[in-house]
């Protein structure tokens, strides 16, 4: 074989390796995507951009929508969002996929004499949910009709339907799926700080030299809080406490496998060895706390002899973790759901909120006492879908609160309850018994979610009149509705977007 063949076989061996007008040629094709979106697939070339938050977990990332003729076809995270920097998770990456389910709701669907659901026009599934509405409250009182709503809606959805439900009509009842998950922090902050607000930011993550993690799996149930934790530059510790062997127990330096339900003895074990070696704040205690003695004095008992056994750890591991929060600079604590929905769950909140309160851990860069939500605006709904409080934090029983909201909105203070809402399972309970007997569903499928399935199928059969308001038409609660309404998922929203032709904002 001669020098020239040889270069000419090598020349050619690309061409056997990457075919370039082959069958995925199309698909692979990249084309710059503008926007500052750098380059794109040519298929998905879009045509206008606009800007979402994810809506899968509570982390909340920024994610730029790609648009072709006001279609979402693509989408990439926002580099310059601060939640996520750039990234997103598996999920993220999907969330176009369930705009296009073909169980879509798609038009409103009444349930006619036959028991069938059938397709009706908007102005007749109007009139049907106002007619009907109103003619159960004319007959059994205003607090006979209330809704069930959801974390899953963005906040300006919560803020109107809150005002629509309570001062428009009239309803005492509505409450958010958001109590099953989050009252445990609600209660526990508003009973240690007076307000229900988690004190820190995801920038707490990157700061702190330890954290604590309780009944929190990061890395799976929200990841891109976890690749903040990986951006710790401190080396931080990793502390899980967790009886299971999680993710994130696997990637901690320290996991307190402890016994089921011991959380609580575990937390009053750590501050009782915190006290009794003088690892704590004195002077941000006396200046920042009240009660404090009394604590000190009921914690006394724990002591890590009879604490460690309960916990299922030996007094070694109790000393190590006491420890390590002591030598802490910026100690984090965080918890989510195995907190929120364990046992004496307020209480373990609380007992986690003391820890940070007595070594001094709150109010600086990495540190605080801080609850990880599950749904996407569960605080929304918390704050300001008038739930569990009157819009923006206020109190219905409250009379200035109620003039100063009323005033805010331009009207009349008569219109506000001067009552609280019953709670979930209190609308569920009100059902029962029959004292509820019209309900509106909004993005939540209680039927699946709700305790005692084949109980609460029976409760909703008590209604006189039940409209399911769903992306999809399919869902369990959806399918015993009288009427359903379909909703627009977050890709369908009136937004902003940004024209690829003259660059206007429209
Ligand atoms: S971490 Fe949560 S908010 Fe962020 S992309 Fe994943 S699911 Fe969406």
């Known amino acids: 074989m001669t020098l020239s063949s040889t270069i000419d076989k090598a020349r050619s061996l690309p061409d056997l390796l990457r075919n370039r007008d082959g069958e995925l040629t199309q698909e692979l094709v990249l084309r710059p995507g503008e926007f500052g979106l750098g380059k794109v697939p040519a298929r998905l070339q879009p045509d206008a951009t606009t800007t979402v938050v994810c809506g899968f977990c509570s982390t909340g990332c920024g994610l730029n929508v790609h648009l072709k003729n006001g279609q979402a076809i693509n989408l990439t995270p926002t580099t310059s969002y601060p939640v996520n920097l750039g990234m997103a998770c598996p999920k993220g990456w999907e969330a176009i996929t369930p705009l296009h389910a073909p169980d879509r709701a798609t038009t409103p669907l009444l349930r006619n004499a036959k028991g069938e659901l059938e397709p009706v026009d908007w102005d007749t599934a109007m009139q049907v949910f106002t007619v009907r509405f109103k003619a159960i409250q004319d007959q059994f009182g205003k607090d006979s009709v209330a809704w069930i709503g959801t974390g899953q809606i963005c906040t300006e959805e919560m803020a109107f339907l809150g005002a629509l439900g309570k001062f428009g ?3 005492i009842h509505g409450d958010g799926n958001t109590r099953q998950c989050m009252a445990t922090a609600v209660a526990a902050y508003k009973q240690s700080f007076g307000f229900d ?20 799996n990061l890395c799976i149930a929200h990841p891109i809080m976890w690749q903040r934790v990986l951006r710790n530059r401190n080396h931080p510790e990793i502390i899980v406490v967790d009886p299971r062997k999680t993710e994130t127990a696997m990637a901690a330096t320290q996991h307190y496998a402890i016994a089921p339900k011991s959380d609580l003895k575990l937390l009053y074990g750590l501050a009782h060895i915190l006290i009794e ?31 460690a056994p309960e916990c299922g750890l030996s007094v070694e591991q109790l000393l190590h973790f006491a420890e390590t ?6 100690v984090s604590f965080w918890w989510t759901m195995g907190v929120n929905q364990g046992h004496e769950a307020t209480r373990t909140a609380q007992a986690i909120i003391n820890l940070a309160l007595m070594t001094g851990n709150i109010g600086r860069p990495g540190t605080g006492a801080n609850s990880i939500t599950g749904q996407c605006n569960a605080m929304g709904s918390r704050l300001f879908s008038n739930t569990t409080n009157l819009l923006g ?11 100063k909201v009323a005033s805010l909105l331009g009207i009349n203070a008569a219109v506000i309850p001067d009552q609280n809402s019953l709670a979930y399972d209190q609308i569920v309970q009100g059902i029962d018994d029959g004292k509820i007997k019209g309900l509106w569903m909004i993005a939540t499928n209680a039927s699946h979610s709700w305790i ?3 109980k609460f199928a029976q409760t909703l059969k008590k209604l006189d009149f039940l409209v399911v308001q769903d992306m999809y038409h399919t869902t369990e609660t959806a399918r015993e509705a009288d009427l359903v309404l379909p909703a627009a998922a977050w890709g369908e929203k009136e937004g902003t977007f940004i024209n690829s032709n003259d660059g206007s904002v429209s």
């Open 169 to 171: 009509m009239g309803m």
């Open 197 to 216: 607000a988690p004190p820190f930011t995801y920038a707490d993550f990157e700061q702190s030299d330890v954290i604590v993690l309780v009944g929190s």
């Open 277 to 307: 070696r003088g690892w704590i704040k004195r002077d941000y205690i006396n200046a920042h706390t009240s009660g404090f003695d009394d604590f000190a004095a009921f914690v006394k008992g724990f002591t890590p002899e009879t604490v």
């Open 325 to 330: 929060i002591h030598r802490g600079q910026r």
């Open 393 to 403: 934090g206020h109190d219905f029983l409250n009379s200035a609160h109620r003039t």
């Open 452 to 454: 005692h399935q084949s």
